[in-house]
């Protein structure tokens, strides 16, 4: 059973950072960071392939936003800069067990089997 820890987040003026962190303790093939505002359905963020460390981002976020990977302490982390009121949400930390060939075929959401707590992100305006 793979556990996922999500630490960072927290309240944030417009335009500054914060960073988030998920520690996993199995081995993915991806993972994946996903949102998730009051009354919306959970979106896709950004997620990174563990082998060749290759990104994809949401058109929401890509400039902004960085996802990295750490093997050694099994860690991905999200970089969140230059934020915006509507990257309020819940973010949450996600594990693909099985390797994607196509990198389009990381946002979906049911691709991901295990997923963290959730971490909350709030930006004020």
């Known amino acids: 059973q793979v556990r996922l820890v999500e630490s960072g987040g927290g309240l944030m003026q417009a335009g500054g950072s914060l960073e988030l962190s998920c520690t996993a303790s199995?081995?993915?093939?991806?993972m994946g960071w996903f949102r998730q505002a009051p009354g919306k359905e959970r979106e896709f963020v950004a997620a990174i392939r563990w082998n060749d460390g290759n990104t994809f981002y949401a058109d929401s976020v890509k400039g902004r936003f960085t996802i990295s990977k750490s093997r050694a302490k099994n860690t991905v982390d999200l970089y969140l800069n230059n934020l915006k009121p509507e990257d309020t949400g819940v973010y949450y930390c996600a594990h693909d067990t099985y390797w994607r060939p196509i990198l389009t075929a990381m946002p979906s959401r049911q691709n991901y089997e295990y997923w963290g707590q959730g971490t909350q992100v709030t930006v004020s305006s």
């Open positions: 199995g081995r993915p093939a991806s």
